[in-house]
């Protein structure tokens, strides 16, 4: 949750505030830069600001002795900055004003956060809520990252995460591409 969190929240309010204040993203996208270009260092700074969060919250887990970290859970990790980082920055693209990249924050990232299997197991869902939470990426995180090992239903969680990361990726890059103000 907190990678979700940090990797869209810091991306999303950054190109908000840079384009619709600020005035700083119409200069960089002026300059001879590839509109890929500039996707991949936004995203990277998300990822960057959204993994140091999480490595604060997981230190702690590990020196309490409450996690173990496998590949699966890094690859997972790696995967969810990834992911939010893009729709952060399609939300920042998007937005027509700053108050605007907070109701996406309250009623998509917060619900999701809450509902994706974070707190409240899925299984025991009613099967209407289950079949809705089962799309929501954050939900294929939180069981990929509880897997010791990559079985079927971890490699199935995997593919929807890469699904969305390059859905997300794509149109991200398509609105710094079409960009225009």
């Known amino acids: 949750m907190t990678s979700m969190n940090n990797s869209y929240g810091w991306v999303a309010t950054s190109l908000n505030?840079?384009?619709?204040?600020?005035?700083?993203?119409?200069?960089?996208?002026?300059?001879?830069?590839?509109?890929?270009?500039?996707?991949?260092?936004?995203?990277?700074?998300?990822?960057?600001?959204?993994?140091?969060?999480?490595?604060?919250?997981?230190?702690?887990?590990?020196?309490?002795?409450?996690?173990?970290?496998?590949l699966v859970f890094i690859l997972a990790l790696l995967v969810n900055c990834f992911l939010f980082a893009n729709l952060g920055v399609i939300v920042g693209m998007c937005t027509k004003s700053h108050e605007d990249t907070g109701t996406y924050s309250n009623f998509l990232i917060m619900p999701m956060a809450f509902l994706s299997g974070t707190f409240f197991q899925v299984d025991r869902m009613r099967r209407?809520?289950?079949?809705?939470?089962?799309?929501?990426?954050?939900?294929?995180?939180?069981?990929l990252i509880r897997k010791q090992a990559m079985d079927l239903q971890a490699w199935g969680a995997l593919a929807v995460l890469l699904g969305y990361a390059a859905a997300f990726s794509f149109f991200a890059s398509r609105l710094i591409r079409r960009y225009n103000e």
């Open 17 to 70: 505030l840079n384009r619709l204040y600020l005035r700083t993203f119409q200069v960089l996208v002026q300059a001879p830069i590839r509109a890929g270009s500039i996707l991949i260092g936004e995203v990277l700074a998300a990822m960057v600001k959204g993994l140091f969060a999480s490595i604060l919250i997981i230190g702690i887990g590990y020196i309490s002795g409450s996690l173990s970290m496998t």
């Open 128 to 143: 209407v809520l289950k079949a809705m939470v089962y799309v929501l990426p954050l939900t294929h995180t939180n069981i």
